[in-house]
C-alpha cells in the first residue's frame, strides 16, 4: 500500500499535541509529542512516544517520571520553543518558568493542565521512535481547554529529523535496566550507553523489584 494513503489516514484524525518533560539528577529536557494516548483502563495507564533522535528520549531511559502538559492556542510560542529546538543546543527550561513535581519532573507554569507518569515499561521495536507507558501519579486540571491540533502548528521544524538518531553497536539489558545506578556512571559511560540505545529493539520491564543499595 502507498504510504501516502496511510498518511492522508493519520493525518485526518489530526491528533492534539503535548509537551512531554522529563528529568534525572543532572538533566532536563522536554519536546512536543504528537503520539500518545490511554493504553490500559484497569490498571490505569498512559503512553507517549518519544523520538530516537531527541535528547527527551535520550534523558527519559534514565528518569523515573515524564509529564505531559496539554497545550492551547495560546501556547504556540512554548510549542515552537519545545517543538522547534534541540535540547542538545538550547537549555529550554531556561526560558520558562517550572516547578520540580514527582521524581524531579519539571512542570510548566504555562500549562496547569498535565499528567505525570511513573514509568512502567518501555517498548522499542527498533522504528524511529519508542514507546513509554506510565501509572499516572499526579493529574490537575485548571479549567477546560480547546487542544492545539497538529495541523494548526504546521510551521514548526523540528528540533531534530526522525533520522537522525545513533546506531547502536550493542545493548545489554542489564545496563538498561540498572538506573538507579546512574550516579555512578562517568559522563562518557553514560553518553555511550545512550547512544547504543538508540534505535536498537527491545522491550523493558521496569516494575519488578529494585536494585539493593550498596553499602556506603
Known amino acids: 500500500m502507498p504510504s501516502s494513503q496511510a498518511d492522508d489516514f493519520i493525518a485526518r484524525l489530526d491528533t492534539s499535541l503535548v509537551v512531554v518533560t522529563t528529568a534525572t539528577s543532572?538533566?532536563?529536557a522536554g519536546c512536543v509529542v504528537g503520539f500518545h494516548t490511554q493504553c490500559s483502563i484497569d490498571p490505569v495507564r498512559y503512553a507517549v512516544w518519544l523520538s530516537k533522535a531527541n535528547l527527551t528520549y535520550r534523558v527519559a531511559l534514565f528518569a523515573s517520571?515524564?509529564?505531559i502538559h496539554a497545550v492551547g492556542h495560546d501556547d504556540v510560542t512554548l510549542v515552537k520553543l519545545f517543538g522547534g529546538?534541540?535540547?542538545d543546543h538550547t537549555e529550554k527550561f531556561a526560558l520558562v518558568n517550572w516547578s520540580p513535581g514527582p521524581g524531579g519532573v519539571p512542570l510548566l507554569t504555562q500549562c496547569p493542565n498535565r499528567l505525570v507518569l511513573e514509568q512502567a515499561s518501555r517498548?522499542?521495536?527498533g522504528s524511529d521512535h519508542v514507546c513509554f507507558v506510565g501509572?499516572?501519579?499526579l493529574a490537575e486540571m485548571a479549567s477546560d481547554f480547546a487542544p492545539l491540533r497538529t495541523s494548526q502548528v504546521g510551521d514548526v521544524d523540528a528540533g531534530h529529523d526522525a533520522e537522525e538518531r545513533e546506531t547502536p553497536?550493542?545493548?545489554t539489558a542489564d545496563a538498561e535496566d540498572d538506573r538507579d545506578r546512574?550516579?555512578?556512571m562517568t559522563d562518557d559511560d553514560r553518553r555511550r550507553l545512550e547512544n547504543e540505545a538508540a534505535g536498537a529493539g527491545h522491550a523493558i520491564d521496569l516494575s519488578g523489584p529494585a536494585l539493593p543499595e550498596e553499602a556506603e
Open 182 to 184: 546512574r550516579a555512578a
Open 123 to 125: 517498548v522499542d521495536d
Open 85 to 87: 529546538t534541540s535540547g
Open 169 to 171: 553497536g550493542q545493548l
Open 135 to 137: 501509572t499516572p501519579v
Open 65 to 67: 517520571h515524564l509529564a
Open 26 to 28: 543532572d538533566e532536563r
